[in-house]
């Protein structure tokens, strides 16, 4: 028989152990559960707020903080009215520059090409010979004048006949070749080369053009190969309409602009497809290929990165903040870089927080939501 005072001293401890695991427990499930709920309350304020906005959808990633979460209120189809899900598919539309940029930067660090290269010796013939008709010196426009919007190139996509066009005919399968060249029969050249910034899906274009020319590959299976869509597990990230959907994919949410009497499933996606828009994505998959780029999975020198933004001072940037398929972002003083996407998609690294934050509104007439979303989400976090 076991002696009173060492069951008493046996008991204690079991007991002891029994409160110090239930309490570890304890609070491990309660950080998780703040992780895993903290940001639903502001989806849900702003939604409840603003229904005419349809849905909205949220990605943090931070790391430093152990918080991956993911997010979703609103329907992703405002005639079934089925709920949305968290994970399903976005187009991203200009976010897609960042990923062209990126290529970009990894056939550079591959000495294929230099930012100082002249686009005269890196696209098509045909490009080529479209450009120099309508006045373009593309010896004068370098790689980096692409990136940064600075080639004085029109802009097809801010042409008036460019909607007119897709409102008539939504249905039709443009080219990348038809494109190029409404740039040139809808618009004169902007201004001097690397003097005038002017936001141009046609310089991005050209680059989609140029990494075709250098890899010999479609630009779209060079992009997930210079990438590393594949070990990143960047799986629900894809081209829409140039590659095959994703197994085990959610269905693409509808994504609508009522003021313009469109939406992303009553448009063939090649109207913004070839390198100024065209990925399609999970908002996770957004804000971890952003995550990725600025925590060095991307680029095999980690001082590539810095070619994108240079020294990240708001002012050295050209004007709006673009620097090479980035631009910078202030929320209520917190600086973010990223991009944003015609369709209400907006993704933002912060520095400071070492945090990625990917938001998307499902109704673009309603983006300044966006804006919202990110200071409270900020806010939040800090």
């Known amino acids: 028989m076991i002696n009173s005072k060492i069951a008493l001293n046996l008991f204690t401890?079991?007991?002891?152990?029994?409160?110090?695991?239930?309490c570890k427990n304890h609070n491990k499930t309660f950080k998780n559960q703040n992780n895993a709920i903290d940001f639903?309350?502001?989806l849900d304020s702003i939604y409840n707020s603003n229904k005419d906005c349809v849905g909205l959808m949220v990605h943090v990633e931070s790391p430093e903080k152990k918080i991956s979460w993911t997010g979703a209120i609103g329907v992703a189809d405002t005639v079934t009215k089925i709920a949305l899900q968290k994970d399903n598919p976005i187009l991203i539309a200009s976010n897609t520059k960042t990923y062209i940029a990126a290529a970009i930067l990894?056939?550079?660090?591959?000495?294929?090409?230099?930012?100082?290269?002249?686009?005269?010796?890196?696209?098509?013939?045909?490009?080529?010979?479209?450009?120099?008709?309508?006045?373009?010196?593309?010896?004068?426009?370098?790689l980096k004048h692409l990136l940064s919007h600075t080639s004085g190139i029109f802009d097809y996509a801010g042409s008036g006949e460019f909607f007119d066009f897709i409102e008539n005919k939504p249905n039709y399968r443009w080219t990348r070749d038809e494109q190029i060249k409404l740039a040139t029969s809808a618009g004169e050249p902007l201004g001097e080369v690397g003097m005038v910034f002017s936001y141009s899906d046609t310089n991005?274009?050209?680059l989609s053009e140029i990494i075709?020319?250098?890899?010999?590959?479609?630009?779209?299976?060079?992009?997930?190969?210079?990438?590393?869509?594949?070990?990143?597990?960047?799986?629900?990230?894809?081209?829409?309409?140039?590659?095959?959907?994703?197994?085990?994919?959610?269905?693409?949410?509808?994504?609508?602009?009522?003021?313009?009497?469109i939406n992303s499933y009553s448009l063939d996606h090649s109207f913004d497809l070839y390198g100024g828009g065209g990925l399609a994505a999970t908002t996770k998959d957004l804000a971890m290929f952003l995550h990725y780029l600025f925590s060095n999975k991307i680029f095999d020198n980690p001082e590539t990165i810095k070619l994108m933004y240079g020294e990240m001072v708001p002012e050295k940037a050209q004007e709006n903040n673009y620097f090479f398929g980035l631009s910078y972002t202030e929320f209520d003083g917190t600086g973010g870089l990223g991009h944003n996407g015609y369709?209400?998609?907006a993704v933002n690294y912060v520095p400071n927080l070492k945090t990625t934050i990917a938001v998307a509104v499902l109704e673009r007439d309603q983006q300044s939501l966006l804006l919202d979303l990110n200071r409270s989400i900020l806010e939040k976090l800090k």
Do not use: M
């Not at 591959?110 to 006045?135: C, F, H, M, P, Y």
């Open 204 to 206: 991005y274009l050209l």
């Open 106 to 142: 990894r056939l550079v660090e591959d000495n294929k090409i230099t930012l100082n290269d002249a686009v005269a010796t890196l696209i098509s013939q045909k490009s080529r010979e479209v450009l120099e008709k309508e006045g373009y010196n593309l010896e004068e426009i370098k």
């Open 343 to 345: 369709w209400g998609s």
């Open 40 to 42: 639903q309350p502001i």
């Open 212 to 261: 075709e020319t250098i890899t010999q590959k479609h630009f779209f299976i060079a992009l997930r190969e210079l990438l590393s869509f594949e070990k990143l597990n960047l799986n629900t990230t894809w081209f829409s309409s140039l590659e095959d959907y994703p197994n085990h994919t959610k269905p693409l949410a509808h994504q609508y602009s009522s003021s313009e009497r």
């Open 13 to 22: 401890v079991l007991i002891c152990f029994i409160l110090t695991f239930s």
